[in-house]
């Protein structure tokens, strides 16, 4: 269905003691609707993050791209859970523990308000991620390369180096705007994004 990037946050490259990117695939069966029960038992050590989300209208396999076919390719924009997980015990990883574990994917989940390029500020948007009505991640799209669309770009032109360009239609995740913070259980999660609206991922 697309992709992710990874490790885009330096609060989470703090969190897991790497300094770069990475990137991973996005399944059919890893998407859940904002709301829908999300079984715990599909998951190991999950944690949520809060994403935006770039759904793209035109393929991006140039080999020299800029900053501006990134914003021409993309149709829309959504706020998105990001539900990751790790079979390595206690988080303990590495860069290259990550890259063989997908990127850390588990799930995801996206929100339904999409909303235009032009909308919105993707530099300054603010995020809180709130659970049982208290906040427990707070961030903004600074945190992510600096921008949403600088990850995106990163992300476009590694694609193509490894022989899979993006694609029109492909989901992007592009990557977290605060810490990630571990799921204890049943419960739902919600996330709020300045400009997108809100989205909830419902742990059953």
Not at 26 to 32: G, S, T
Not at 137 to 153: E, F, Q, V
Request: proline share 5%; charged share 20%; hydrophobic share 45%.
């Amino acid at each position: 269905m697309g992709r992710k990037t990874g490790l885009t946050a330096k609060s989470v490259q703090a969190q897991l003691g790497v300094g770069q990117p990475d990137f991973g695939m996005l399944y059919a069966d890893m998407a859940y609707a904002d709301g829908e029960d999300v079984p715990l038992d599909r998951l190991l050590q999950p944690k949520v993050e809060g994403e935006i989300a770039f759904v793209l209208k035109e393929d991006l396999d140039q080999e020299q791209m800029t900053i501006t076919d990134v914003m021409r390719a993309i149709d829309y924009a959504v706020a998105a859970i990001e539900i990751v997980g790790s079979r390595i015990a206690d988080w303990n990883i590495k860069i290259m523990d990550t890259v063989a574990d997908n990127a850390s994917s588990g799930l995801y989940v996206l929100g339904t308000e999409p909303r235009q390029l032009s909308e919105l500020d993707l530099h300054l948007c603010g995020m809180v991620i709130e659970h049982q009505g208290e906040p427990v991640s707070t961030g903004a799209g600074a945190a992510c390369l600096g921008n949403p669309l600088n990850a995106t770009l990163w992300l476009a032109k590694t694609m193509v180096k490894v022989g899979r360009p993006l694609k029109a239609g492909d989901t992007i995740l592009s990557g977290a705007l605060g810490p990630m913070v571990p799921v204890t259980g049943p419960g739902v999660y919600e996330l709020r994004i300045s400009g997108l609206g809100s989205v909830r991922a419902s742990f059953v």
